[in-house]
């Protein structure tokens, strides 16, 4: 049986990464109006990687005894200016989920939780591995600054990498 302090602290989680899936989804539209159609596809595929993420987390609740619970989210920018501030704030919010992930695991430690403990390695990987992608990219954006031909790349990069997550290659 989950601990209720824990229980409490994985659905603000929940929250947060129901959050992360609404905002990559107002930056894939803005992406998608802006002419940037690969980005777009990355983002938009994103936006189901934190469902996965929120889903997980739901079934690891109910399976503990505890009950998943759905908080009210705001509403998220839908304006972003250009592709190198939407990544910007993709790369600023994977650090603040990062920074959240690990909260958690602290609490479980805390609480002598080394089942929840073990449960949140997944998501601290995973972390690891967003952040590095999320950087990767933002300096791809930043090295090419207004060249429309290397931007034209960039975009056409990361619809290559939205294909490659979509059938499961990455
Ligand atoms: Fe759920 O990892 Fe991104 O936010």
Same mark, same amino acid.
């Given at each position: 049986? *989950?601990?209720?302090? *824990?229980?409490?602290?994985?659905?603000?989680?929940?929250?947060?990464?129901?959050?992360?899936?609404?905002?990559?989804?107002?930056?894939?539209?803005?992406?998608?109006?802006?002419? +940037?159609?690969?980005?777009?596809?990355?983002?938009?595929?994103?936006?189901?990687?934190?469902?996965?993420?929120?889903?997980?987390?739901?079934?690891? *609740?109910?399976?503990?005894?505890?009950?998943?619970?759905?908080?009210?989210?705001?509403?998220?920018?839908?304006?972003?200016?250009?592709?190198?501030?939407?990544?910007?704030?993709?790369?600023?919010?994977?650090?603040?989920?990062?920074?959240? /992930?690990?909260?958690?695991?602290?609490?479980?430690?805390?609480?002598?939780?080394?089942?929840?403990?073990?449960?949140?390695?997944? +998501? *601290?990987?995973?972390? $690891?591995?967003?952040?590095?992608?999320?950087?990767?990219?933002?300096?791809? /954006?930043?090295?090419?600054?207004?060249?429309?031909?290397?931007?034209?790349? $960039?975009?056409?990069?990361?619809?290559?990498?939205?294909?490659?997550?979509?059938?499961?290659?990455?």
């Amino acid at each position: 049986m *989950i601990q209720e302090n *824990i229980e409490t602290a994985l659905n603000k989680q929940v929250q947060k990464e129901e959050f992360s899936s609404r905002l990559y989804l107002a930056m894939a539209i803005w992406c998608e109006v802006n002419g +940037y159609p690969g980005a777009a596809a990355f983002l938009y595929d994103h936006t189901n990687e934190e469902r996965m993420h929120q889903m997980k987390m739901i079934h690891y *609740i109910n399976e503990r005894g505890g009950k998943a619970a759905l908080y009210e989210l705001e509403a998220p920018e839908a304006e972003f200016g250009s592709l190198e501030n939407v990544f910007t704030q993709v790369l600023a919010h994977e650090e603040f989920i990062t920074r959240s /992930i690990n909260e958690l695991y602290g609490l479980t430690v805390a609480e002598n939780d080394y089942t929840t403990g073990n449960f949140l390695q997944w +998501y *601290i990987t995973e972390q $690891v591995e967003e952040e590095s992608a999320m950087r990767t990219i933002l300096d791809k /954006i930043k090295l090419v600054g207004k060249d429309k031909a290397g931007m034209f790349h $960039v975009d056409k990069d990361l619809e290559t990498m939205a294909q490659r997550n979509t059938s499961g290659n990455v």
